[in-house]
Each structure stands twice: as C-alpha cells, then as structure tokens.
C-alpha cells in the first residue's frame, strides 16, 4: 500500500483495475492550507493520461508488474507472440500495445515483457539493436545535390534516415529510444 | 544592556559579512539538519526530541516585540515535515520581519520596496522577476484584490461556500493561483476569511474577516503577513481549537508555547511578515524548481 508520501514521479500504482505510471507529480501547499498531490499518470495499456489530485491520508494499491524475458515469436494479423522460455507459456500483444518496439522486433529475438498480471503490457528493448537493411538507394558517387541522409528500409519492415553510404545487405546500429541511425557495424 | 548586546551581535555579522563579501568569498547556506555528521570522540550531536524544529522564527520574534523592541527582521532556516515538490523543501530558507505600531499595510509598502530594490541591485540587467512563463515587473503599480472577490470574480464561487464544502484549496489553486499569475505585476491577495489566520488580528469592526495578505508573483505565493493578534485570551482559544482539528483529522496535537502566550499581553500593535526566500530566489533566477536554488537538496544528502 502506498501513501500520498509516496507519489513522485515513476511510480506504478493501480487505479480502477489498471496499472497507471506517475509521469509528473508535484506538491501543492497554498497559504498555510492543506497538502494537495498533484499528479498526472499514464495508463500503462493504452497510454491514456490522467490528472489527480490527492489529499493527505490517501492511499494507493501498487500495480503488480513482473518483467519477464520472453522470445518473440510470430505476428498474427494484429498480434504479437511472445513465449518464456522456461515455463513455454505464450502471452499475446496487440500492436497498439507494443508502440515503437514493434519496428525493432525480429523472430526469435529474446525481449523483456513487461506483465500486469497475466497481461501482457509492454516491452523493454534493449537501447539499441542492430538490424540489416534490406532496400536502400544506390550512392551516386559524386552526388553534389548536398543530401547527407536517404531512407532506407531495414529487415522488420521500418524506414529511417540513413547516411548516403550505407548500402544494401549491410548491418547497422538503431537507437531504439529515438529510432534513428546510430553508426555502421563493421565487417 | 541585553537590547545593546543583540545590536552589537547585528553590527558584527554585517561586519563579517563585508568582510568576507569584499575578498570574494561565496556566502553559502548548506542544510542545518543532515543524516549523519562527522563522528568525533568528544563531540554529541543535538537530536532535537522532545523539542521542535522552528517552522518559522514568528514565536521568538514576537517575544523580541513584547520586550519593546521595534523593528526587528531574520533570515534563517525553518523546516515542515512532508513538505516537498517543485516549489518546496522541508527544510527552506525564511525572511521575516517585524514593525511595532503598524499595521499589515506597512508590510505592503516594505514588500514593494524591498522586492524593487532586490531587482534593482541584484538583476540590475533585466528587473523583473519571472515564473515559469510569466514576467513580473516590480516597478509597475502592485494589483490588490481581497480574498472574497478574488474567489467570485476567478472561480465564480463564494470563498464561505468553499471553505464549508472542503474545496478551498482546490479552488485556489486550481482557479483563483493561475488567474493571479496572468498579472505584469506582484499581486497583494487580502483580507482573508478569519479561520484561515490563526495568529492574525481580525479587522476592526469585522470578525469574519481577519488582517491578513499573501503576496504572490506570476502565480508563485512568496510571502504572508498579517497584522498581529495580541490578545492571549484569543491566541490561546485559536490554538486550543487548531489542536482539536488537528486531532479530527488524525494529527497528534500540539504543545503549546506557554512563555509567548504569558508574554503577548505586552506586545503593541504590531505586523509581521514571512517570505520564502528561496522562491525569491528562484523568481530572480526564473528557475522552473526550488532544487536550482539550493546548495544540497535533501535527497542529496
């Protein structure tokens, strides 16, 4: 159980049969009044947000989530896979849920899923990953036009901005927080 | 004498003070309460129980007051259990001041000239204080606006009806804090209903109301003064009965400060004032959070 005491920002607590992350919290007190808890929270399944305000004496039940390493399977229509290893349970995710991870995601890949209680709500990459590419445009060599980036398409299907040398087949590093183009991996 | 000791001791801190500002040292303030200190053999830490930590200095200062000192002003340290956020520290740097024979209007006139001057020599650039987006310039003529009128014209409601129905503070903040804070001015909040002033004087010839104001810039409350209440009879009442609500929302009561009540018959009229100095700070600064403003805060400590 949590209390008012408690709330600051990054903490995960559970609001009407949802886990809901705290994104910003602040501490309101006017002219020797009471405490207010002023707090803005983000469903943790379908992103939503949320403004509360609490007073002294409230309390919060935590949100139960468990990270789970779990090998990414197949995708379905709109769904992913994902299996744990050791006890070959699968959990599935819908696509809105996975957000942004779904384009770094390749079959058989090991990710961390994060579990509200038998649901899958989430998944943590890894900061980056390495993925090929798969069709990009040729470098004219001498090109003059100034671009210094070109689309290129990787093996799950994403299109980022890549330098104007990078070519076909080779692999390259993705910072998964921001989706761009990181560096090339040599060799 | 006591009184030509304690302007002695006044006369030697600015002495020190100058002394050290003209070498170019850096005055600093580092928390007075810490988790651990250095370990020595023969030295005890003070852990205060049973004794308090001050919330404010007013106690002490109002004895001063009734010992037939006239104007007397401190910057120290204070602290408040569970306070903390953007906008506070539980242990927070407080100026207050105090004038005999006056009532809270002197402080609104002290407040306008001590927050000109500040700008003025400490921001001489750009003189204005802001907070968060909103400027606020000193120097333009300061808005006023009672409590009761604030309430109705910002949040369409009667402060009486909020304060029964438990939403005065949501109210504050919610409409009456950011209407104040749409203001080029410093604001002068007034007159506030009597049960939100405890140590305040009601205003003559109206009980309901006491003489009380908050001072606020871009939004951001930086100070509250109010004329003082002497009467021990009253002050007593007040305290007995912010103990009784105390204990119905579950708060140990408090002990009370016997020695001022027994010297406050010999106070005059008087007017106090306690501003935030750290949020002064910040407002100078234009700093979004208090944690810019302080040496250490106390999750670094």
Redesign the interface.
């Known amino acids: 159980m949590y209390t008012v005491?408690d709330l600051k920002k990054g903490l995960k607590i559970t609001l009407d049969g949802d886990p809901y992350l705290v994104v910003a919290?602040?501490?309101?007190?006017?002219?020797?009044?009471?405490?207010?808890y002023r707090t803005k929270m983000r469903n943790m399944i379908n992103g939503t947000l949320l403004d509360r305000?609490y007073r002294?004496?409230e309390t919060f039940d935590p949100a139960s989530l468990e990270e789970r390493q779990m090998e990414y399977l197949y995708k379905e229509g709109s769904h992913y896979t994902f299996m744990d290893q050791q006890t070959y349970e699968q959990v599935v995710m819908e696509e809105d849920t996975m957000g942004d991870a779904k384009n770094f995601l390749l079959e058989n890949c090991k990710v961390d899923v994060m579990l509200f209680g038998e649901k899958a709500i989430g998944v943590a990459l890894p900061n980056f990953v390495n993925l090929r590419v798969v069709e990009t445009e040729q470098w004219a060599k001498g090109d003059t036009s100034g671009n210094d980036s070109k689309p290129a398409t990787v093996e799950t299907g994403y299109v980022l901005r890549v330098p104007p040398f990078i070519e076909e087949g080779e692999l390259i590093v993705i910072d998964t927080r921001s989706g761009e183009y990181s560096t090339r991996v040599k060799g | 004498m006591k009184s030509d000791a304690l302007w002695l001791r006044a006369h030697i801190i600015r002495a020190i003070r100058d002394f050290f500002w003209k070498r170019g040292f850096l005055e600093v303030e580092t928390p007075l309460l810490i988790p651990a200190n250095a370990p020595e053999e023969h030295i005890n830490p003070v852990t205060p129980l049973p004794w308090q930590l001050q919330t404010s200095p007013e106690i002490c200062m109002k004895r001063l007051l009734c010992k037939g000192h006239q104007r007397l002003f401190q910057i120290s340290h204070c602290w408040r259990a569970?306070?903390?956020?953007?906008?506070?520290l539980s242990e927070f740097t407080m100026l207050e001041w105090y004038r005999a024979d006056s009532d809270y209007r002197s402080l609104m006139s002290d407040c306008e000239g001590l927050l000109q001057h500040v700008a003025a020599v400490c921001i001489p650039d750009n003189p204005v204080y802001r907070n968060k987006t909103e400027i606020v310039d000193p120097f333009k003529s300061w808005m006023s606006i009672s409590v009761q009128e604030a309430f109705l014209r910002f949040g369409q409601r009667e402060v009486s009806d909020c304060l029964r129905e438990g939403l005065?503070?949501?109210i504050?903040?919610a409409n009456v804090?950011p209407a104040l804070a749409a203001f080029d001015s410093p604001v002068i909040l007034m007159d506030?209903p009597a049960e939100?002033a405890?140590l305040a004087r009601t205003k003559p010839g109206n009980p309901e109301l006491a003489e009380r104001f908050?001072l606020y810039l871009g939004g951001l409350?930086l100070a509250?003064g109010f004329s003082e209440l002497n009467d021990p009879l009253e002050q007593r009442r007040r305290f007995e009965e912010a103990n009784r609500l105390r204990l119905e929302?579950?708060n140990a009561p408090l002990t009370l400060p016997e020695p001022f009540l027994r010297d406050l018959s010999d106070m005059p009229p008087s007017a106090g004032i306690a501003l935030g100095v750290d949020r002064l700070v910040m407002l100078a600064a234009g700093a979004d959070s208090i944690d810019e403003v302080v040496a250490f805060t106390p999750e670094e400590l």
Do not use: I
């Open positions: 005491a919290f602040d501490f309101v007190k006017p002219g020797k009044g009471q405490a207010l305000t002294s004496g | 569970q306070e903390r956020g953007s906008r506070h005065y503070e949501e504050l903040t804090e506030y939100l405890s908050e409350e509250n929302n579950g």
